[in-house]
């Protein structure tokens, strides 16, 4: 892969492969030009280089339109999204809290429970301590998976929203274990299995308690011998899981291969393809989605939609096709719970998906088209697939809504 200089990158260059920040996290996807706030956002994030695979173009779009302007832009067609500006919505007091939103409904109340709980352990194993079972965790994910079965929607679009502070650890494992636990659900694993799956999926970075806490944090871009150091958490991880916390070796290697890629050069083994545990997989594409949704140090948060391009963008690279086919079909392109802006000016948020129609799906109102707010459950559905006349022009971020919907 080639490093790019930033300073050589100009608005409306495309490469006929993805560009990379760094390992995990997309620029732009293959032959989408960069745009200038790309180039905004790398220099506030500090960054000096960046990789692809591809060759250098122009996009024949950019050069016969301009870069668009901060004013709302008319969308012609369905397909016509501009999905990484953010719309301008009306306000009327301050930004949206997502604990506002839902500090008052009890699935909210198991999320940050849950949070809690984990953080707790993380706490405990940080300071070299042992945990005398493994009763506390076994209890997080049996609460966990009975929270996901019941309420779905709810625990996806909690993730998308991410407004909890100073648990961030605990918060994108717990995130990870919910969409891992979708997934083994959706390709019917046993229950045993499932269990073991969510157990690692809240496990699978402990490793990184064991690491100096300025690498973990540092913004900057990593040395050789510090890359070296954060890629051996999922061995430090493992040998906790089995060694402090007396897992199976089952629930160990789900932990120690979830950095393993399809095309095999993830790490630490570089194994590939089926070779690598299935449950492995199914936490890379939760653990991928999940950090590109939550804010970073370098860089804003993603919407469900850009994270699931992102995703879409893979080519078999690092992810099981199959098992990513999986997490599409449970999420959609806009993922359930994702706030979206339809045609008419209408802000819902997405109730419903379906793998035959992925730009349709069925949504649920939160501002109408004449700036009406519905309160908590009282927005009425609209299905994309009968209202022929309206579709979503772009995804909102979430933070951007009404304190008064609740």
């Known amino acids: 892969m080639k490093n790019i200089p930033v300073k050589i990158l100009r608005p409306g260059l495309t490469f006929t492969k993805p560009v990379y920040i760094d390992r995990d996290n997309i620029l732009v996807p293959a032959e989408e030009p960069i745009r200038q706030k790309d180039l905004d956002d790398l220099k506030a994030w500090g960054i000096e280089t960046v990789q692809t ?4 173009g122009i996009s024949e779009e950019f050069v016969k339109k301009p870069e668009p302007s901060s004013e709302p832009v008319s969308t012609k067609t369905e397909t016509d999204e501009n999905d990484t500006e953010k719309a301008p919505l009306k306000k009327t007091d301050s930004v949206l809290s997502l604990s506002e939103v839902h500090e008052n409904k009890g699935s909210y109340r198991t999320y940050v429970s849950l949070i809690e709980q984990l953080d707790t352990v993380f706490d405990i194993l940080s300071k070299g301590k042992n945990i005398s079972d493994n009763r506390l965790i076994n209890s997080i994910s049996t609460q966990l998976l009975q929270a996901v079965r019941n309420n779905r929607v709810n625990f996806i679009g909690f993730i998308l929203g991410g407004e909890i502070k100073n648990y961030e650890m605990a918060k ?8 891992s636990s979708l997934m083994a659900q959706e390709l019917k694993f046993p229950h045993p299995k499932i269990l073991n799956t969510v157990i690692a999926a809240m496990l699978h970075d402990v490793g990184m308690l064991r690491l100096p806490k300025e690498i973990v944090e540092k913004h900057g871009n990593l040395s050789d011998s510090e890359r070296q150091l954060i890629n051996s958490h999922p061995l430090l991880s493992y040998r906790i899981v089995t060694r402090e916390l007396k897992y199976t070796d089952e629930v ?9 890629r399809w095309d095999g050069h993830g790490y630490l083994y570089r ?3 089926e070779k690598i545990n299935i449950s492995s997989r199914i936490l890379s594409i939760a653990d991928s989605f999940e950090a590109m949704v939550s804010q970073k140090a370098y860089r804003n948060s ?12 893979d080519n ?3 992810f099981d096709p199959g098992v990513l086919k999986t997490f599409i079909l449970i999420m959609g392109i806009h993922p359930i719970g994702s706030i979206v ?4 000016g209408t802000t819902a948020r997405v109730m419903e998906t379906r793998s035959d129609a992925p730009l349709r799906p069925k949504v649920q109102v939160l501002i109408d088209e004449y700036k009406n707010i519905f309160k908590n459950e009282e927005g009425f559905f609209i299905d994309l697939l009968v209202e022929k006349n309206l579709y979503i022009v772009k995804a909102l971020d979430p933070k951007e809504l009404s304190p008064h919907i609740n």
Do not use: F, W
């Open 271 to 273: 194994i590939s393809g």
């Open 316 to 318: 078999s690279r690092c």
């Open 252 to 260: 160990g290697d789900i932990v120690l291969q979830h950095h393993e």
């Open 172 to 179: 994108s494992s717990v995130n990870s274990a919910i969409l």
């Open 302 to 313: 993603l919407t469900g939609y850009q994270a699931m391009k992102n995703l879409l963008a």
């Open 341 to 344: 802006l339809l045609n008419n």
């Open 53 to 56: 695979e591809g060759m250098p």
